[in-house]
């Protein structure tokens, strides 16, 4: 990633921000997933670079920023820390490409900001599991943490890395998956698993009225096609599905992510 180095911004709520940036014009910004990072969009950045001003952040609590104070922040927390970025930044408004939890946050992002969101492209979206039991929702949190505190995160990317691809990965996809994973730190992944225990998407997404984008790998184990299907037909968004390819599109397949991402945001007020 030397070709788009690590910067830092600090919003007015004193918070530090990492993110990595390519280009100029009308901004399109990046948000990772639960195991990733800034790391992971560098494909993004090299395409949307020639025709937008591309932001790929470092959520808190993971590569180049800071963490959030409570133990178990909500989607919102994530969001308004998004909006003081792009205030810091000098951009007003953006387009937002959320993969997994970052689809979740992108649409806190939408709910609390709605003004501020040119156009939405939610990938592979994770839901939240406030819908879940009490049961299975302490289940599945308790399962991340105990990965995590047990394995560490080389060892807690060594487990999940397999189910995270399709089954014709490259190995330069594994790597980087693997890469990314290994070097998040567990504070800020529990508070994040903590935030996905908690979170709904279809609550955040309610109302929403930006032009919206679904898309998800059809052999994705971990958001399956079925419940992406479902987050589009709630906001009247089309669902695309990219075929071979497991959870992390934009990594897996990366020209065929940002045809389909470039596509859409041609048809709305985002195009160059």
Request: aromatic content about 6%.
């Amino acid at each position: 990633m030397s070709e788009f180095p690590l910067k830092a911004a600090t919003t007015a709520a004193g918070l530090k921000i990492g993110y990595r940036e390519s280009g100029a014009g009308a901004a399109i910004v990046f948000l990772h997933g639960i195991g990733s990072s800034s790391e992971g969009w560098a494909a993004q950045l090299a395409h949307f670079g020639k025709t937008h001003r591309a932001i790929a952040w470092d959520a808190p609590g993971y590569g180049g920023s800071g963490d959030l104070e409570p133990l178990a922040p909500a989607a919102s927390d994530y969001a308004d820390a998004l909006a003081g970025l792009l205030y810091a930044l000098g951009i007003e408004r953006a387009a937002l490409v959320g993969n997994s939890l970052g689809a979740l946050m992108a649409a806190a992002f939408v709910r609390r900001y709605p003004a501020r969101v040119a156009a939405l492209i939610l990938s592979d979206a994770a839901a939240g599991h406030s819908r879940l039991s009490e049961e299975d929702r302490n289940e599945k949190l308790m399962q991340r943490l105990d990965d995590v505190a047990e394995l560490g995160p080389a060892g807690m990317a060594e487990k999940r890395v397999g189910k995270l691809l399709g089954p014709q990965a490259v190995p330069g996809a594994r790597n980087a998956a693997l890469k990314a994973m290994s070097r998040i730190r567990p504070k800020g992944y529990g508070q994040a698993a903590r935030m996905l225990s908690l979170g709904d998407i279809f609550a955040e997404l309610a109302g929403c009225r930006a032009p919206a984008l679904v898309v998800c790998g059809a052999e994705d184990q971990v958001t399956p096609p079925a419940g992406n299907r479902k987050i589009a037909a709630a906001i009247g968004a089309r669902c695309e599905l990219i075929e071979g390819v497991g959870h992390l599109p934009y990594i897996e397949a990366p020209e065929r992510f940002n045809a389909l991402a470039a596509a859409f945001l041609a048809k709305t007020a985002v195009a160059a």
